[in-house]
Nanobody
Framework: DVQLQASGGGLVQPGGSLRLSCTASGLSFADAIIGWFRQAPGKEREGVAC????????YYVDSVKGRFTISRNNAKNTLYLQMNSLKPEDTAVYYC???????????????RGQGTQVTVSS
């Protein structure tokens, strides 16, 4: 059974940083295209970042470019999201997902895990 467990969320002041982690099991992690999504109350789900399973190429939604960095450690079956210069609009539940793909301009996935809350507030 595929399991994706995100951790590392919390409360941080604007301009602060957090590092999210996602530990995966039950899948061939190194072969998976994986990414981070987020959903804020009253808003639609949004793809934040994803990373290729072949060449490590990364992709970001425009609103986080230059502030967030996605990375993976295949030996540890772990995905990371380093978030710097956080803004209140980054507040959301963040979760990791596998099988990420683009469909009609929207990032989709075939399996997601439980999320971790990120709150950016002074």
């Amino acid at each position: 059974d595929v399991q994706l467990q995100a951790s590392g969320g919390g409360l941080v002041q604007p301009g602060g940083s957090l590092r999210l982690s996602c530990t995966a099991s039950g899948l061939s992690f190194a072969d998976a295209i994986i990414g981070w999504f987020r959903q804020a109350p009253g808003k639609e789900r949004e793809g934040v970042a994803c990373i290729s399973n072949t060449d490590g190429r990364t992709y970001y939604v425009d609103s986080v470019k230059g502030r967030f960095t996605i990375s993976r450690n295949n030996a540890k079956n772990t995905l990371y999201l380093q978030m710097n210069s956080l803004k209140p609009e980054d507040t959301a539940v963040y979760y990791c997902a596998k099988g990420v793909f683009m469909f009609r301009g929207t990032w989709m996935f075939d399996r997601r895990g439980q999320g971790t809350q990120v709150t950016v507030s002074s």
